[in-house]
């Protein structure tokens, strides 16, 4: 397993002194780097961190494979209900091993497809039903808190939907993930003796990926979830490396810390040359916002911290958010993610057709044309004083997936550390939550509800043209 990180384009001898690094800024901010990694592994003895010890949990690893292994064959959807942490793993895993969804191989009980429904848009979640065929639907109902309201209302729907074609038989059409420890999901799961995988308390949902969470729907799916774990484990030992130059995720915490710090990158744009990455895009952009973004650091002092992330695939979004990039506001640090080894370097045609805007083209490949089209975004953006940095990994298989999760975990624990913020919780989505609790009807909500009114007779009072 190999995954590359250059951060050369992160400097001021490529970037420009007013955007970029210099080597004193890297070595005055070794101390910072040091007591981050002291700060996050100190927490982790505690208990109160758990992702870094999910690679190495051979119990739920083999009940997992075990449970994949004795419903092979008999379902050919695999539905997960669920929604952020809950869903975005499990979709970055799909979309790297299996493919984006256009040109994933047909599906069938030997090789079931995997259908999310992570939000309740009515056209979505009704139109995804009649796509499933409910004597062939596994549903995975996932929620580590097991009152989500958008994964109860839809699993609620699922339930009726299953049961009105397969009566008492839709018991066995399900497979829960939930919380050990609390939850209605729990309870209706021991109450319908459904089969349970849990997620261990100290491991909250966007650093959940290698936990049931995603692994279930993995190994349902194919994915050998040993070698995505061993690729973790290889790179959790990589992380508690002391030594910067060792430890990729530390020095990538530090470098996105000292540009938004001290040249105002604001915006980290992940940017992924790999269809197969993008749904690791997505899962990347809640892993960073949600964890970094916080009102107050741990003293209590009102700091606003975060840095946006922003997701862009190459080389589509060249020719809809270059230009911004190059041109726009200089509050972005880019971060590519390249693949050394692709399964099919797409060779293009040899025969000319005598057009130069086409044959010169002729003979190559599209590997090559996609790693030239980064290589050449990163010059110019460079040119452009626009720092950048780029992620190498050798190719898209469980192993690197693996490792790859685990390094991002990791720079977004140290650059908590590095901003003194809790990057594990997240307040901040409480709120709305509980407003719709009081919109909706929840017992126990009333206030919310009434907050709300007074909130909306407040608008109706506003002036606008
Ligand atoms: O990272 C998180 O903790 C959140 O994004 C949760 O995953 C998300 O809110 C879903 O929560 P739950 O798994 O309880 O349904």
Known sequence: MRIAFDERNLMADMAGKENGLNAADLRAGAGLAK??????????????????????QSETIAAIRSYAKSVAGKFDTICVVGIGGSALGAWAIDCALRGMHPVQKEFSRKNPRLVILDNVDPSFVMGALKTMDPKRTLVVPIAKSGATAETVATLLIVTA???STLGRKARNHFAVVTSAGRGDLKQLAEQRKYPTFHLPENVGGRFSVLSAVGLLPAALTGADIRRLCSGASAMTKLCW???LRKNTALRAALCHHLLAARKSKSIQVAFPYSNRLWGSAFWFRQLWAESLGKRTDRNGTVVHAGQTPVAALGTTDQHSQVQ???EGPNDKVFSFWAVRNQPDAGAIPKTPTGFEAM??????????LLDAERRSTEAALTENGRPNCTFTLDRVDEEHLGAFFQLMEFETAFAGEMLNINAFDQEGVELGKKFTFGLMGRKGFGDYKSRFTAYEAKRKTVKTV
Do not use: I, N, T, V
């Open 35 to 56: 007591r981050a990694l002291a700060g996050f592994r100190a927490s982790w003895q505690k208990g109160l961190y758990g992702f870094p010890d999910l690679p190495d």
């Open 161 to 163: 939907w299953l049961e």
């Open 241 to 243: 490396l002391p030594d």
């Open 324 to 326: 911004l990039y190059m």
């Open 359 to 368: 044959d010169y083209l002729c003979g190559q490949s599209l590997a090559r």
